[in-house]
């Protein structure tokens, strides 16, 4: 990439000596974090004031440390000196992806990539200069740990010319090899992805993304602007990553920290709502499609408050030598405007207390002027009082709700009449009953049954803001849990119809996004690919066409890449075909996933191992050749892909050709077809 004009090598020199300097004022400034720590310890404050600054030192330290290795700039833009813009003309700036200065009162050296003024370096064009004369990226060699001789080139954009050849080292970077987990898209941000990054944190936003459109990444640099803009609210509130599973979280755990944020909580919306017991049991599918089905939400607010009742007895609650009494009806209003009110179950049933008490306080007051809090505090545990309360709003839990409706025909029959039919009824039904709820046996659909129970007896806590990424295979029952946790908060919602894989999985984002309590969200398609080249995306189209998802086509920018499809005459074949395929795939860089059904999984690992191959699993980033069952591909990325026998893909599920898809558009650079069958497209 270093070009041979002497300007631009004695630039490139300049440019390495500059990275001395910054990586120079880095260390400086790692060290002087470390010596804050010492100096807090030392401040004179209350003990709290003391522990607040004493955390927040510690803390800015122990982030400092643990910045990743990398170089500290990849880009920097020149702005013209007759822009119009007071503030920046005839200013230069690097960035990258942390602020580095040698004394905060001083100009930073190298500019944070979320900073208002590196919108300029995402954005400025022929069109909409922005004030920018020249846009500078610089090429680095790859996995470099930020060692200045690894800045290996840079190329100049002259923002006002009207045409300008594509750049190499952005193309270079896009299309490098993806060997590992996840890498930050920081200097490949193309402007549509940009302007979702920066949206407002009280936005909403759904993006439509077509395979290889960096829908991810976006939702990933999102949360690190965001985290970014508004630290002191997003922390507060939280800023929670939710991903289909665990293998995919790994594959994308090191990209916040490389964009200099540590401790983001990341987690599956299994995880979120699974912490209250272990899946122990399975469904089968026509049961778990009932579970999840939104109507479940009413038949469980049905079975909870209809263990709500109405005392026929007046309540008497003895005060020393005094009995106070109030009548029949008295309570019953009181719990039936409670009911109207709608609070959450265990609310309204400190509501009931409060009000019942709030009357005998009256009649007290009355009689004998004000009381005091004791006294109040007083009735309010008084046993007439709690058995009261414990009669008419019993103290409930969501293991009891979900087991008494499961395991009771008549209990689920009552909650469900004009909701379920007979069918469906039958369908949830557990075939052997526990004894009570503490001996059951938890299916995965049970615990979004249970947390839509826990949910209607009190709030969970909420997030700032939530990234839910793969949105598309969530059901109706799961997207209220993760509303549940947004309530005062934002999403970013990220999905792609057509990857949809679940029996429940929305053929349109307007059936999906009012579960998620967010229906007038804005949807954004992306469907523009750097990475997946666009042999491969136009055998993906072919497929969507029989998809039955509200999506357009994607179209890909990269004219390389490579499709080979591979028919043997019959299935013993296949084994030696990928085997075949994989060798050759290794004379190539980067790394190589074999895609099977998951029943074929352990005979494909047996005939590549049985060739001297020693593939890995899934979990194990960094492998050159991994094995990968189809339904733990969704999100992972290969440079060369090795697609077995698609038919039975295809077969595997009812959506067995949402799958396919997926399968399919894995590979970034070559995709090899194995298969005996005719293919199912």
Same mark, same amino acid.
């Given at each position: ?566 028919? #043997?005459?019959? =299935?013993?074949?296949?084994? *030696? /075909? %990928?085997? !075949? $395929?994989?060798?050759? @795939? ?7 996933? #074999?895609?099977? =059904?998951?029943?074929?999984? *352990? /005979? %494909?690992? !047996? $005939?590549?191992?049985? @060739? ?10 960094? =492998? ?8 733990? $591909? ?48």
């Amino acid at each position: 990439m270093t070009s041979p004009d002497p300007a631009l090598h004695h630039a490139l020199t300049r440019e390495r000596a500059y990275h001395d300097t910054c990586r120079t004022a880095l260390a400086a400034m790692v060290e002087g974090a470390d010596e804050h720590v010492i100096t807090g310890e030392d401040v004179s404050a209350s003990g709290a004031d003391a522990e607040v600054l004493g955390h927040r030192l510690r803390s800015r330290a122990k982030h400092m440390r643990e910045l990743p290795e990398g170089p500290l700039f990849f880009g920097r833009l020149d702005f013209a000196p007759d822009s119009g813009d007071r503030e920046h003309a005839g200013q230069s700036y690097h960035l990258g992806r942390l602020r580095i200065t040698e004394h905060p009162a001083a100009p930073p050296l190298v500019v944070d990539w979320r900073a208002p003024v590196s919108r300029a370096f995402y954005q400025a064009s022929a069109r909409a200069p922005q004030g920018v004369a020249v846009r500078r990226r610089f090429g680095w060699a790859p996995g470099s740990r930020g060692d200045t001789a690894d800045l290996t080139g840079l190329e100049d954009e002259h923002i006002g010319a009207e045409q300008h050849a594509p750049s190499r080292i952005l193309t270079h970077e896009i299309e490098r090899p993806r060997l590992g987990p996840m890498r930050d898209i920081a200097a490949t941000i193309q402007p549509e992805q940009d302007d979702l990054v920066r949206a407002d944190l009280a936005t909403s936003v759904c993006v439509q993304g077509a395979p290889g459109t960096g829908k991810t990444a976006v939702g990933l640099h999102r949360a690190a602007y965001l985290l970014y803009t508004h630290p002191q609210r997003i922390r507060r509130g939280g800023l929670l990553i939710l991903g289909p599973n665990r293998t995919f979280l790994s594959y994308i755990a090191e990209v916040l920290p490389a964009l200099g944020e540590t401790g983001v909580r990341q987690s599956t919306v299994a995880d979120e709502i699974g912490a209250r017991h272990r899946v122990t049991a399975v469904d089968d599918e026509r049961t778990a499609v009932v579970k999840h089905d939104p109507r479940m939400a009413e038949v469980l607010r049905r079975a909870l408050y209809g263990r709500i009742g109405t005392a026929a007895d007046s309540l008497t609650v003895p005060d020393g030598s005094y009995r106070w009494r109030v009548p029949a009806d008295a309570l019953a209003r009181i719990v039936e405007d409670v009911r109207t009110e709608q609070p959450p179950y265990a609310v309204g049933r400190e509501r009931v207390r409060t009000r019942v008490v709030g009357r005998i306080q009256a009649q007290a007051e009355r009689r004998a002027g004000p009381r005091t809090h004791a006294w109040v505090r007083k009735i309010e545990r008084a046993r007439p009082v709690s058995a009261y309360v414990d009669a008419v709003w019993p103290r409930v839990r969501a293991e009891e709700v979900v087991a008494g409706l499961l395991a009771d025909p008549d209990a689920l029959a009552a909650a469900a009449e004009g909701v379920l039919d007979a069918d469906e009824q039958r369908a949830l039904l557990w075939t052997g009953p526990p004894r009570s709820y503490r001996s059951a046996r938890w299916s995965a659909a049970d615990l979004v049954l249970l947390d839509e129970v826990a949910g209607l007896i009190e709030h969970p806590e909420g997030y700032g803001h939530l990234v839910v990424d793969e949105a598309q295979d969530l059901s109706p029952m799961e997207c209220r849990a993760i509303a549940r946790r947004a309530v005062f908060g934002s999403l970013t919602v990220l999905g792609d119809l057509a990857q949809g894989t679940t029996p429940w999985a929305a053929r349109d984002w307007s059936e999906l996004l009012p579960h998620l309590g967010r229906p007038d969200a804005h949807v954004v398609p992306l469907t523009t690919g750097f990475r997946v080249p666009e042999a491969v995306v136009g055998l993906a189209n072919r497929l969507l066409e029989r998809l039955d998802v509200a999506v357009p086509a994607a179209r890909s920018l990269r004219r390389d890449g490579e499709l080979r499809m591979r028919r #043997v005459g019959e =299935a013993a074949e296949v084994a *030696a /075909a %990928v085997a !075949e $395929a994989v060798r050759e @795939a290794l004379a190539h860089e980067g790394s190589v996933g #074999v895609i099977a =059904a998951d029943a074929d999984v *352990a /005979a %494909v690992r !047996e $005939a590549l191992s049985c @060739a001297g191959l020693e593939p890995a699993g899934p979990d194990r980033l960094g =492998a050159r050749v991994t094995v990968v069952p189809a339904t733990v $591909a969704k999100g992972l990325e290969y440079d060369h892909v090795v697609a077995v026998e698609p038919a039975a893909i295809a077969e595997a599920e009812s959506r067995g050709l949402h799958r396919l898809y997926v399968v399919l558009t894995r590979a970034v650079s070559r995709l090899d077809v194995v298969h005996a069958r005719p293919l199912p497209w």
